[in-house]
């Protein structure tokens, strides 16, 4: 702790009175931690932090785009080969510790956990290998998903432009690490990624969502894609758009089991802003059209273009306070757009 | 400032011409701080700075949740006591030294502060002590947020996964502390904390709010609950929820006066994303259900399910431009989920 | 890195087998960046990092509202040249670094650059000196704008808890930087800084936007405002709203082409939550009020009130399950508020 600079910074800490009150309050919060159980973590196997996972996070993202996410880094074909040597070593290292922390926690917290004693080592070392050795392959479908922002958004002005600045790349790019440690059965890690750059873009997808490539969200928002939705290749999405479930009550015996809850979108879709689409047995077909605020629970055909016919608006002259106009919002546009 | 490793660096500092253009912006800069008022804060008492609120703000939410928020802590039964002394030491320190900031700068600055002289010093260290004091019992309600959290999402698959991961959990953490230091007539740092939470999980809290227990926001982004909004206990709110005022003129004379603006809702409700409930006289009463997208300005009694008749949607084959159907979206549906 | 403070950290590092699948691993990454390009930066002139960018803005912004947003400075009638000349020198050479940088990689990677060769250098020095010279104008119509949020939120209690706390302020601010060096034509930074501001506060306003004194933005998560879009005096929006373009086709042959495609927003405007307005030519005049979710793609004239006609809603009794009503939700409300 810094030295306090506070003119009555010294003051509070002589008095003696102070000591039997901090004293009592230690105490009690002390015994609460004996009291409650789940919300701290005292004893026991180690948890992966959200910081630790953060600069992992980071460090993956500079792998992926090198030159562009971390800053400083004058990259040229003479340091190239070091530049990538550190970054996996470290990578390595860090996931690997990581992943077989969780995998612990999990085996002597859960009931369901039918790894052999022991495994969580080795199977740690092979997901830390395995990210790496996808690395190419996740860089072939980022790439398509860069040009998708590109070619999809008439503000963007270059492909640099989306690398620098568009949330949608850095949101997706996560997403897709967290769904291949979601697929090697690593716990917690996954959801700790998405939520993080859920904070930092408020772009929602769930770790076990499937999305094809060449996947863009614009502004992004408010986006939600949950947990078993699965997206088809070239889907475009905006800001606000709910790819969600409809209510249904959870199975408390057996929370790991997945049902199908959220919809499919088949490939060529593009859902404007606002748009709610619900449930495990929706499947919205290729080349569909789903129109700005539209709230869609059931299956649509290939190449149907939903527009929502707005209800009625109101047009009143506040001088006089007379109603001038009343009518459908959409009778002067045909179009569908919100971006 | 780090040396340039720039090969122009160098020049534009050399640059003779440069100086006088360099002198006269700055001169300018200090001028204007002169002339215009309230948006800069130069000699007076000083304030509350938003880093250094967010770093209190952390080292609280370790000791609420201790193992889970900072990393590399390696808690036992062996060094908690000491774990919680030095929080408990380093938060009063910082506490009572940002209140004393707040409530001098409130002080001076305020027609209406009618504290007497010198009691600024005796309330922060009350205040501080004051949150210690009710840690254990905070921790007891954000026990129950968390395993309503759990119950609520099908998504969650352990407790310690909510506890890593959920921006709801420290959403509601935050607004508790704030609400806490609220309700001790703390001037700033409470909406400091809210707004600083906003910015990391899109949750917009009010401090003033009054919120029962179990409470659960899914997904979050965009929610907005207002200053003199009443939640029950176990009421459970998706995505883009707004509890909010109707249009009112703000009394500029009396801007310290609070009426009660936005509405109350009872315990065991549900309300899913993008409703919009509005006005201080609107009760949603207990147990009912508010379906996605509703609109509500009035109160409602206990048990009763709102959903809105969706406005007529139109399928149009885009491959022959003719419309296949015109229909409320919610004919093929009963249900308002919208996790 | 750290060292492993891990049991089983050192095991991995320590088995031989490992080598060999690391060093594929590292050769087929290496590799992948000769395969794919657009999506890495090695070789080749440099570009702005997103974390100098987001240091440079703060240091700006601690320009623009002096000991407001920067901590522990004890700024006084003394010191306060000290403090301007020492942070126009660091933003000068911060900025006009990182603006070289921009317009060299531009001149060299697109084909409308029609700079002649060297003039970047001397573009950068002239911008960055421009933006010192911008500063106090700037203060000017930012003290407006915080007075517009202290004046039209009925929960800001003081201009300093505007200043201490609102994301409006931060957004706005950054938003009127990133407009400045848009304008001067410098590529790919201001709208990095618009999306970091994004990132922090849910708030998108595109820096191509423009917009007039005294804007406030309530809220703010989830707002869009887009690349064309013109925006007068005295304008107040909420959460959610997007002011956006109707569905286009972009010209990739010419993406630096501006075509008007974003909605024009009069003086004295007023566009409740959730509210969409669309299209290039959609103009929405003086005094006009847009209520809560209307959606709106063509022109209004001043002092219009649109408010939306709520579609009607199904009221049920949980327990009969039968429907108790069934209403326009507005009828028992003419306000169209949301705050």
New interface residues.
């Given amino acids: 702790?810094k030295e306090?600079?506070?003119i009555?910074?010294q003051?509070?800490?002589d008095?003696e009175d102070?000591s039997p009150?901090?004293d009592?309050?230690?105490k009690?919060?002390?015994?609460?931690?004996d009291v409650?159980g789940?919300?701290?973590?005292?004893?026991g196997p180690?948890?992966?932090?959200?910081?630790?996972i953060c600069a992992l996070l980071r460090e993956i993202l500079s792998?992926?785009?090198?030159?562009?996410?971390?800053?400083?880094h004058?990259?040229?074909?003479m340091n190239?080969?070091y530049f990538?040597?550190q970054r996996?070593?470290?990578i390595?290292?860090q996931l690997?510790?990581e992943v077989?922390k969780s995998l612990r926690?999990?085996c002597e917290?859960?009931s369901h956990c039918d790894r052999p004693f022991g495994e969580c080592?080795q199977t740690a070392?092979d997901v830390a290998?395995g990210l790496?050795?996808a690395?190419?392959s996740l860089?072939?479908v980022?790439?398509q998903d860069?040009?998708a922002a590109?070619?999809?958004?008439?503000?963007?002005?270059?492909?640099?432009?989306v690398?620098?600045?568009?949330?949608s790349l850095i949101a997706v790019s996560a997403f897709r690490i967290a769904h291949f440690l979601q697929r090697e059965g690593v716990?917690?890690i996954p959801?700790?990624m998405t939520?993080i750059i859920?904070?930092?873009?408020?772009i929602?997808i769930?770790p076990?969502a499937c999305i094809g490539s060449s996947f863009f969200i614009d502004?992004g928002?408010?986006v939600?894609i949950?947990?078993t939705t699965v997206i088809g290749n070239h889907v475009k999405i905006y800001?606000?758009v709910?790819l969600?479930?409809?209510?249904?009550k959870?199975d408390?015996e057996r929370?790991?089991v997945v049902?199908k809850?959220h919809p499919t979108i088949e490939k060529n879709v593009?859902i404007?802003?606002?748009a709610?689409i619900?449930?495990g047995e929706t499947v919205v077909g290729e080349?569909?059209?789903i129109g700005?605020?539209?709230?869609?629970?059931?299956s649509?055909p290939p190449?149907?273009?939903?527009?929502?016919?707005?209800?009625?608006?109101?047009?009143?002259?506040?001088?006089t306070g007379r109603q001038?106009e009343?009518e459908h919002?959409?009778s002067?546009?045909a179009?569908?757009?919100?971006?």
Same sequence: chains 1, 2, 3.
Avoid at 38 to 43: C, L, P
Avoid at 244 to 248: F, H, K, M, R, Y
Avoid at 303 to 318: A, G, L, N
Wanted: charged residues 20%.
């Fill in positions: 702790m306090s600079s506070d009555s910074g003051k509070w800490r008095r102070l009150r901090m009592a309050a230690v009690a919060i002390t015994q609460s931690y409650l789940g919300i701290h973590h005292i004893q180690k948890l992966p932090s959200r910081d630790d792998l992926l785009f090198p030159g562009y996410v971390t800053p400083a004058e990259l040229n074909q190239i080969d990538v040597g996996c070593s470290s390595f290292d690997a510790r077989e926690h999990e917290n859960s080592y070392i290998l790496l050795d690395i190419p860089r072939e980022l790439h860069a040009h590109y070619r999809g958004d008439p503000a963007a002005k270059s492909i640099t432009e690398m620098l600045s568009y949330p716990p917690y959801r700790m939520e859920h904070g930092f873009t408020g929602d769930h076990g502004h928002t408010g939600v949950g947990e800001q606000g709910t969600g479930a409809l209510s249904i959870k408390l929370p790991e049902m809850r593009t404007y802003a606002g709610t619900l449930g080349g569909s059209v700005g605020n539209v709230w869609l629970t059931h649509i190449y149907t273009k939903v527009i929502i016919e707005s209800p009625y608006q109101i047009f009143r002259d506040m001088k001038v009343r919002s959409r002067r546009s179009d569908s757009g919100s971006a």
